[in-house]
């Protein structure tokens, strides 16, 4: 565990201040654009989370008017900012984001995340698969769970924050500092 710990540590997926003060779901499965964790912490809390992607559906763009460029560059989905690129079309959509704590599902308002594209919920490296966009945890008195999502990378780059207590969304964050 600490040396998982360090390694989450070094390459900048979790920050120092906040690794003391939480426990990690880490009980998990990737299949098809699809990752699902389902995990008892020590604290007696049971969490079923999942996270589902499916290629980009039918949305309305909005395109910068820019004369040297045909099309233009996208700047809003269904008339709102978005995060997962730097104006091209997304590829990929999250379809689903869901959360049970102790077997009492919480309701997410979809448009929590319907402007989060090119979520990365597998990436593949040289030594193989490896989990990097999806990391839920709980706090250290087990009363809230917070769910971090990265997504795209270089200029599309985000980083979406979700914190639950047991019994709705209280808290949503997207950085983007690019």
């Known amino acids: 565990m600490v040396k998982v710990l360090v390694t989450l540590l070094s390459i900048g997926l ?14 998990y499965k990737i299949n098809n654009q ?12 049971r969490y079923h989370i999942m996270l589902r992607a499916r290629p980009f559906g039918k949305h309305s763009l909005t395109r910068s008017h820019d004369k040297n460029d045909q099309y233009g560059e996208v700047i809003k989905i ?16 999250i379809d689903t984001f869901a959360v049970e704590i ?10 929590k995340y319907s402007d989060l594209f090119e979520p990365t919920i ?7 698969p490896f989990r990097s966009g999806v990391n839920p945890y709980e706090s250290s008195d087990g009363k809230t ?11 599309g780059w985000y980083y979406a924050v979700f914190r639950f207590d047991h ?6 964050s997207v950085k983007n500092d690019y």
């Not at 979790?14 to 009980?27: F, V």
């Not at 102790?102 to 448009?111: E, F, L, P, Q, Y």
């Open 14 to 27: 979790i920050y120092p201040s906040s690794a003391k003060h939480r426990t990690s779901i880490t009980q």
């Open 34 to 45: 699809t990752i699902t964790f389902d995990d008892t912490l020590p604290s007696g809390n």
């Open 78 to 93: 269904d008339g709102r900012k978005f995060y997962g690129t730097d104006g091209e079309v997304p590829k990929m959509e």
């Open 102 to 111: 102790n077997g009492v599902s919480i309701t997410i308002d979809r448009r």
């Open 122 to 128: 597998e990436l593949k490296t040289e030594r193989g």
């Open 145 to 155: 769970l917070t769910v971090e999502v990265a997504g795209s990378d270089g200029a």
């Open 167 to 172: 019994s709705k969304l209280v808290f949503r």
